[in-house]
Structures are given as C-alpha cells and as structure tokens.
C-alpha cells in the first residue's frame, strides 16, 4: 500500500514499498520521470529513492493536497509494467578487486568490523555462502545492476544486481562506521553496490577501486562536459574485474583526460527483466560488448 506523507509545508513523501525490490524500484522510476515531463507550475524538485521518492513543492502555486492527487494518477498509469519503456545507458564499469588502497583501508578498521579475522571480501563470500572469494567476485560480475538511485554524496550511484530474489548478494555494513575511504572504492553495504565518489568516511565493506571517477568537480574527462557526476537513475551498471595493468593503463587514460566509460543506449520494459532475469542480464552484455 502506497504512503504519501507531508514533509512540512514544502515537501510531498511517497514510500511505494517497504522494502526495495526492481518493481518498486521502476514503478517510482516511471512516476517521477513522467512528473518531469508534466513540468507542473509549483513543483521545484523531484528526488527519486530506491522504493520511494519526494518532491518539493511551492504550496503559494500548488496546493500539496492537489498535488498528491496527481501523484496517485500517475502512480495508476505505472503500475502496468508492460507499459512502462525505461531508456537507459549501459555502463562497463572497470574494478581492481583487492587493490592495495582499499585493502590497507580493510586493515585499518578491522577492531570496526564483524569478523576482525578476514577481510570484507572473504567475510561477505562467507556469509552469502561462497567457497571462495573469488566465487563471489564472478557471481558480482556475472550479472549486472541496475543504478536504483543516486546521492547522499554526490553522484554515488546505489546499484542493485538484476538478478532473481534467491541470488541477491546482500552483506551488512560496518558494525562502527570508519574514519576513512579511498576515493573511487567500490563497496557493498546491504543489498547495494556502491561506489564512493570522494575519499571520505563509510561504513559499505570495502571491496577493491573502480579505475574511473563518478565525480569530477572540474568537469576535465569527455563524460562529464554536461554534469560534474556521471551515473544516472536508471543506468545499467556491469562491474567488470581487472588485473592491476589494465587499471594502471585505464588511469593512466584518465590522468591525461583521455578517458571513456564503454556505454551503450538500450530501451526494455520493466516486465522483460522481471519475467526473465537471467535472459534480461545477457542480452544487457551481448549489447555492451559485441553489438
């Protein structure tokens, strides 16, 4: 059952589930981008979450009351998914697994962590029931994530694996948040991959470092002439693994501005993905790589 709450005078709250799962996920998708297209007088901000989202209203132009009716037209005309087209990028997204940064960060804060005795990647493979970590790095980069909503820093992309129910990778955060975080670490913290656009604190296991920035203030890289942070909602993440020379080649690309992230347009519905997960996945890398 769907919740819409006041926030203050200014702001509408619309929690579509409890718990996130891709329907939802599409379903708030769907809603907000077609709220956008309505641009109706007196709404200042739409902010998409991962099964909720909130708008910003001028109550002096929109009453809230009105607005929430409008809400729940549009949340009717999305809950068909057959009838939902999702325009999205897809995105190969380069990670050294195991780098020395974030293993060093690892180190640091085990007195924070749940199993001082192993590191987030042999504790997380244990816990999603993995032989080996290297098991579960393939079964992370086998299928890829859907970017479900991006913020609390700027541009972090929180990304959920399209995957069936039973084969999603979930691993609590830190039981004590650490001080510190490599820029660019590819994390995981619940049912979310995360990568952290700034150096900073967190509290995601930490994972190994993606090669290429989300966040570029100065806006220097071919992929950020249009916005300082790269993901989107709605972008189609595949983590891909690679050895310590293709990363240092790959900074190499972005310490002289040359640097691309391999992207491709694709439109699907929200029902093809849902009917068949696994159908879904492959195509997504068919397309990416060989298309």
């Not at 769907?30 to 901000?45: E, H, S």
């Not at 009716?69 to 068909?80: C, G, I, T």
């Not at 129910?165 to 995360?194: D, H, L, M, N, S």
């Not at 071919?222 to 240092?248: A, N």
Request: charged share 30%.
């Amino acid at each position: 059952m769907t919740r819409y709450e006041y926030g203050g005078d200014e702001f509408i709250f619309v929690e579509l589930a409890e718990e996130m799962t891709l329907e939802a996920n599409f379903r708030g998708m769907a809603i907000t981008r077609k709220l956008r297209d309505k641009a109706l007088p007196g709404v200042l901000d739409i902010c998409p979450s991962n099964a909720s989202y909130m708008v910003r209203v001028d109550p002096d132009v929109l009453h809230p009351d009105l607005l929430i009716q409008e809400l729940k037209e549009l949340e009717k005309s999305a809950s068909d998914l057959d009838d939902i087209e999702i325009h999205s990028r897809l995105v190969d997204v380069p990670v050294w697994f195991e780098d020395p940064w974030t293993h060093e960060a690892v180190m640091r804060f085990r007195d924070r962590h749940q199993d001082p005795r192993a590191t987030d990647l042999e504790y997380a493979a244990r816990v999603n029931g993995y032989s080996s970590k290297e098991d579960f790095i393939e079964a992370i980069t086998s299928y890829p994530f859907l970017v479900s909503m991006v913020g609390f820093v700027p541009g972090l992309p929180w990304c959920f694996q399209m995957v069936p129910r039973e084969q999603q990778i979930e691993v609590p955060k830190y039981v004590r948040p650490r001080t510190y975080t490599p820029e660019r670490t590819f994390g995981f913290g619940g049912a979310f991959a995360v990568i952290y656009p700034v150096q900073g604190a967190g509290g995601y296991q930490m994972f190994g470092v993606a090669a290429a920035p989300i966040f570029d203030k100065d806006q220097r890289l071919p992929d950020f002439q249009d916005s300082m942070t790269f993901p989107r909602q709605g972008d189609i993440f595949r983590y891909r693994s690679v050895p310590q020379e293709e990363y240092e080649a790959l900074r190499k690309q972005v310490e002289e501005g040359t640097f691309r992230y391999r992207t491709k347009e694709m439109s699907f519905r929200p029902s093809e993905v849902m009917k068949d997960p696994k159908g879904f996945s492959e195509n997504v890398l068919r397309r990416l790589y060989h298309d």
